[in-house]
């Protein structure tokens, strides 16, 4: 299971580009590449965030068989404050406009709420505003907007200031976390919020920064995101927070199709073998909310994914795919 894709962007260098491709565009990519996905060993996943409701009618397609897919739980698109984070994002001002805006995307199908913290865009920031204005308060808010529907609520939060907002306010899950400190994994751990490191968003970074020679400005802020990112989630390991494997493939410059590459990162971190593999499994589908999924037993859907090799001998295994098969049918 990957629990933060966006099947509406191929990933790569100019990601952020193509989330602005034209509509029909990005639809029968989102086709394509969830496929690809199903195809690596990706039998359920959530699409956390896509332009004008892509992810919903993808998963939407996905159920009803007719297009071969990963079983995907599906954002309607990012929720942010306006003045913040990028154009496509649904905005808001004030706490009835973000109520509003939750409610919308419940009414236009989504299965989860995304909400983005960031700070402000360029020269958007008004005098003596806050640094990032998706506020606690605020956060609360959304929280339980989207709780008293039973949705659960994924937050993006990649900054220091954004990742402190996040952890103490009860969301479902922290996205990225790539600064979180001490305090931020312990509130996380009594709150019983997953961490989704994507740790594949820098990894991908590090090799377009030297392969098409980024700016060294967009080289340093690979660097600063790996070293917060690998502290994150060691000191994650040591607090007891629940990790859920995601790579953010669209969402950043890591590509659709490279689980594997995410569960070796979080090897490196220091997590065993079983906990990666856990954290793609059982883990996971307790975030998503699949209980009939992530683990092989009597009576539950029989998602499974056949290996050429022993993954809890050398979690790379997991590129070595000799089939995959989906509710008992073989798909890949």
């Known amino acids: 299971m990957d629990c933060h894709v966006h099947y509406s962007s191929p990933g ?15 639809s029968m990519r989102a086709i394509d590449l969830a496929e690809a996905s199903l195809r690596s ?23 009803s ?16 404050h306006r003045g913040t984070y990028v154009s496509f994002a649904r905005h808001f001002g004030e706490a009835h406009e973000l109520r509003d805006a939750i409610r919308m995307e419940i009414e236009a199908g989504a299965e989860l709420i995304k909400v983005a913290l960031s700070g402000w865009n360029e020269g958007a920031r008004p005098k003596d ?10 956060l609360s808010v959304a929280v339980e907007e ?25 969301v479902d899950s922290l996205e990225h976390g790539m600064f979180l400190e001490q305090g931020d994994l312990e509130a996380m751990a009594n709150n019983k919020t997953f961490l989704v490191p994507t740790m594949s968003v820098w990894d991908a970074m590090l090799y377009y920064a030297h392969a098409v020679d980024w700016p060294e400005a967009r ?20 607090a007891g927070v629940q990790i859920a494997l995601g790579t953010d493939a669209g969402g950043g410059a890591a590509r659709h199709g490279r689980i594997a590459r995410e569960a070796e990162l979080m090897v490196e971190c220091g ?22 999924r992530g683990t092989i037993e009597k009576g539950k859907i029989a998602d499974l994914v056949l290996l050429d090799a022993n993954p ?19 798909v890949a």
Do not use: Y
Request: charged letters at 25%; a positive charge.
């Open 12 to 26: 790569g260098p100019d990601w952020i580009a193509r989330f602005s491709d034209p509509l029909p565009e990005i």
């Open 271 to 292: 997590l065993e073998p079983r906990d990666a593999l856990m954290a793609a499994t059982s883990s996971a589908s307790k975030l998503i909310g699949e209980d009939e």
């Open 312 to 330: 809890l001998e050398n979690v790379g295994a997991l590129r070595l795919i000799a089939a995959v098969f989906q509710g008992g049918r073989r």
């Open 41 to 63: 060993g990706v039998t359920t996943a959530r699409d956390v965030g896509a332009p004008q409701g892509v992810s919903t009618k993808l998963a939407h397609m996905a159920r």
């Open 146 to 170: 989207a709780h008293k529907a039973g949705f659960k609520i994924a937050c993006h939060a990649n900054d220091q200031a954004s990742c402190r907002i996040a952890a103490g306010a009860g």
């Open 65 to 80: 068989g007719k297009i071969n897919a990963p079983n995907i739980r599906a954002a309607g698109t990012w929720i942010a």
């Open 219 to 238: 080289k340093k802020r690979a660097e600063d995101l790996k070293r917060g990112s690998r502290l994150a989630v060691i000191g994650a390991v040591r």
């Open 129 to 138: 505003a806050a640094e990032i204005p998706f506020s606690k308060k605020l």
